[in-house]
């Protein structure tokens, strides 16, 4: 079985001369390869107050759920740091998956969709441990 090796997501962004920031993400969102691309976005979304961005995701490979909620984090991010946002390029695929995860990420706040999960979790372990006979 051939197995298919990520090719690294990458985020550049530029400057036009009237004033909107051109974003442009690049190859995989998945899981594997997603680290460089966090951090890209971590600082630009630190920089990034009202301003307006064209996010251009035409040239993103494959995405997996991982990839598209960093999607949905930042953009979100970016919302509440009063930008105006316009994203181009998107390919079918990936706005199915943006609308099927979309709902586990409300308003933006991802932190609290994983403290919730974690709460359900160690909610669960807590109760399955007072059912385990010794």
Known sequence: MESIRSQKARIQWLKSADGVIM??????WTIDALRDAAGMLKHFSMASRNVSIQWDVSDV???DSAGMMLFIHYYDLLKSNKCSITVIGAKREHEKMYQLLRKYAPGGNLRAFWRQRVRKINFTQNNNRGNIAC
């Open 23 to 28: 974003l442009k993400s690049f190859g995989d």
């Open 61 to 63: 490979g494959r995405v």
